[in-house]
């Protein structure tokens, strides 16, 4: 069993900062990417930022310049910080990572359970 528990939402001001934080757990043998996903009530869910093994990072054209993603390799975890926080930044906002569990030929998809954040004065 692959866990991903994701943490750090809340309320904000426009302006404002977050920091999401996402802890991989249970049979890992081995993580590849990790990203950040969003949806907002009515929408598709969009990819925000990701970071794959070798620590190259993408993130959406939205985002770029405010939020910053990063990883502690020895821990499982992937971080979002969350700058300048914008109205339209309001949303769930899901991890998402690439794991090879002990005893798996390939690597699979595993989601958390997401964590919510609104921009709101």
């Known amino acids: 069993q692959v866990h991903l528990v994701e943490s750090g939402g809340g309320l904000v001001q426009p302006g404002g900062s977050l920091r999401l934080s996402c802890a991989a757990s249970?049979?890992?043998?081995?993580?590849?990417?990790m990203n950040w996903y969003r949806q907002a009530p009515g929408n598709q869910r969009d990819l925000v930022a990701g970071?794959?093994?070798?620590?190259?990072?993408h993130y959406a054209d939205s985002v770029k310049g405010r939020f910053t993603i990063s990883r502690d390799y020895a821990v499982n975890t992937v971080y979002l910080q969350m700058n300048s926080l914008k109205p339209e930044d309001t949303a769930h906002y899901y991890c998402?990572?690439?794991?090879?569990?002990?005893?798996?030929?390939?690597?699979?998809?595993?989601w958390g359970q997401g964590t919510e954040v609104n921009v709101s004065s």
């Open positions: 970071i794959i093994s070798g620590g190259s990072t």
């Open positions: 998402n990572a690439i794991i090879k569990a002990y005893g798996s030929r390939t690597y699979e998809a595993y």
């Open positions: 249970g049979n890992i043998f081995s993580v590849n990417a």
